[in-house]
């Protein structure tokens, strides 16, 4: 492809004596880094694919976006898909080079975390040993790290909370994992940056104060936070490798609600989300100096996504989905807004989704498994890498 440069400025006309053919590569770097910053990651990715210049340009973080899903399948990690909002279209990852056991039967996929395009992912076999593995797996560029394995047993969503830090493209990146044991009356946690060769593990008693963790694990300021079904507060601080338990004032709150919330950091503080929405449930902040909880009316520019993995955007007013809590009901994902105190299907975001299929399964499932896959085909929000 060529452009047409005029050298004599005061020429008119379409004399080709003044004109020099000069081909798009030679377009100035600082030019093109100002047209990258304007781009979403697929259009990045169109641009660096033209020519070795263009795709050799220094990264630019792309224009924000909403969250793409992701769909996968708890049973097989082998492929997945990926759907982009905003161009309405759905990619499919033929191979991710994660490879599944000879009985898929005896084999879980759990998905815990999503941060900037990285996704935690536990792989926990049920054959002649039993294991539990940890990695971290990029969809968008098809990268794994592996951790350490787990010598131990299934690691399950009721048993146990996992989370990381960064993603492994920063020297700040940690892996956490807490599991309870009440038989031990002990939590014991696991924290392992990657390339570590074994986990770093820590055994706290409560014995004087039970903690039954039921929510998902957050980390802000070198600490993970997480809540328990007694309406208190954990903390491990990561720097002292210290555990302490918070008796929390959340009276406006009744037991049951607690197994019905995620919590969320955005901004500093943290937030209490309800996993589905009906009329009367509302949202909480957390008040650290005090420890209780203050309901809120709004997010402002804020838009909150929940699910099995849960993403808070920053302000989304160009994008009219800001005060917006979306989730996923049914298989299909849907918004709740809290300016109009109403739940709606998100058939204008990710309508290319809500009307392929009535639910994960008719859009995802391969053929061997139609007939039988059930609750194992999962979609969760991840946002292309910035």
Same mark, same amino acid.
């Given at each position: 492809?060529?452009?047409?440069?005029?050298?004599n =400025?005061?020429?008119?006309?379409?004399?080709?004596e003044?004109?020099?053919?000069?081909?798009?590569?030679?377009?100035?770097?600082?030019?093109?880094?100002?047209i990258m910053?304007?781009?979403?990651?697929v259009d990045?990715?169109c641009?660096r694919a033209?020519?070795k210049?263009?795709? &050799?340009?220094r990264?630019?973080?792309p224009?924000r976006?909403?969250?793409w899903?992701l769909?996968?399948?708890? =049973?097989?990690?082998t492929?997945?898909? %990926?759907?982009?909002p905003c161009?309405k279209?759905?990619?499919?990852?033929?191979?991710?080079?994660?490879?599944d056991?000879?009985? #898929?039967?005896?084999?879980? !996929?759990? %998905?815990?975390?999503?941060? =900037?395009g990285? $996704?935690?992912?536990?792989?926990?076999a049920f054959t002649?040993?039993?294991?539990?593995?940890?990695?971290?797996?990029?969809?968008?560029s098809?990268?794994?790290?592996?951790?350490?394995?787990?010598?131990e047993?299934?690691?399950g969503? @009721?048993?146990? /909370?996992?989370?990381f830090s960064?993603?492994?493209?920063?020297?700040?990146?940690?892996v956490?994992?807490?599991?309870y044991?009440?038989?031990?009356?002990? +939590?014991?946690?696991?924290?392992?940056?990657?390339?570590?060769?074994t986990w770093?593990?820590?055994?706290?008693?409560?014995?004087?104060?039970?903690?039954f963790?039921?929510m998902?694990?957050?980390?802000?300021?070198a #600490?993970? !936070?997480?809540f328990?079904?007694?309406?208190?507060?954990g903390i491990?601080? %990561?720097?002292?490798?210290? *555990?302490i338990?918070?008796?929390v004032?959340?009276e406006v709150?009744?037991r049951?609600?607690?197994?019905?919330k995620?919590?969320?950091?955005?901004?500093?503080e $943290?937030?209490?989300?309800?996993?589905?929405?009906?009329?009367?449930t509302?949202i909480?902040?957390?008040?650290?100096?005090?420890? #209780?909880?203050?309901?809120?009316? &709004? $997010?402002?520019?804020?838009v909150?996504?929940?699910g099995?993995?849960?993403?808070v955007?920053?302000?989304?007013?160009?994008q009219?989905?800001?005060?917006? +809590? !979306?989730?996923?009901?049914?298989?299909?994902?849907?918004?709740?807004?809290?300016?109009?105190?109403?739940?709606?299907?998100?058939?204008?975001?990710y309508?290319?989704?809500?009307t392929?299929?009535?639910? @994960?399964?008719? $859009?995802?499932c391969w =053929?061997?498994?139609?007939?039988? /896959?059930?609750?194992? /085909?999962?979609?969760? *929000?991840i946002e292309p890498?910035?």
């Amino acid at each position: 492809m060529l452009i047409s440069v005029n050298e004599n =400025k005061r020429t008119r006309g379409t004399n080709s004596e003044n004109e020099e053919k000069r081909p798009w590569a030679d377009l100035l770097e600082e030019l093109m880094e100002n047209i990258m910053g304007n781009l979403f990651f697929v259009d990045q990715a169109c641009v660096r694919a033209v020519c070795k210049r263009w795709k &050799s340009i220094r990264h630019v973080r792309p224009k924000r976006q909403i969250p793409w899903l992701l769909l996968w399948h708890t =049973k097989s990690l082998t492929t997945c898909k %990926l759907y982009d909002p905003c161009y309405k279209k759905t990619y499919l990852i033929r191979d991710t080079g994660i490879k599944d056991t000879d009985r #898929k039967e005896d084999t879980t !996929y759990t %998905l815990w975390e999503s941060k =900037k395009g990285w $996704l935690l992912i536990s792989h926990s076999a049920f054959t002649h040993e039993i294991y539990t593995s940890f990695f971290l797996y990029n969809p968008f560029s098809n990268e794994r790290v592996e951790l350490p394995k787990l010598n131990e047993g299934y690691i399950g969503s @009721v048993s146990c /909370c996992a989370t990381f830090s960064y993603p492994p493209t920063s020297p700040n990146c940690v892996v956490f994992i807490m599991r309870y044991h009440p038989r031990k009356d002990t +939590i014991e946690i696991k924290t392992c940056h990657p390339g570590n060769k074994t986990w770093t593990t820590s055994f706290f008693s409560y014995k004087d104060s039970t903690f039954f963790p039921q929510m998902n694990v957050v980390y802000m300021n070198a #600490k993970f !936070y997480c809540f328990d079904t007694n309406q208190a507060l954990g903390i491990f601080d %990561l720097t002292e490798r210290s *555990w302490i338990v918070f008796p929390v004032n959340i009276e406006v709150l009744d037991r049951k609600s607690i197994y019905r919330k995620v919590m969320v950091e955005t901004d500093g503080e $943290l937030l209490l989300i309800p996993k589905i929405f009906s009329p009367n449930t509302a949202i909480y902040k957390l008040d650290l100096s005090q420890m #209780k909880c203050v309901k809120i009316e &709004s $997010l402002g520019d804020r838009v909150v996504f929940a699910g099995p993995a849960i993403l808070v955007s920053g302000s989304e007013k160009d994008q009219g989905v800001e005060d917006r +809590i !979306y989730f996923f009901r049914n298989s299909k994902p849907e918004f709740h807004s809290l300016k109009y105190h109403q739940s709606l299907p998100a058939t204008s975001t990710y309508g290319g989704i809500c009307t392929e299929g009535s639910n @994960v399964d008719s $859009l995802f499932c391969w =053929k061997e498994c139609k007939a039988t /896959c059930g609750d194992h /085909c999962n979609m969760t *929000w991840i946002e292309p890498p910035l």
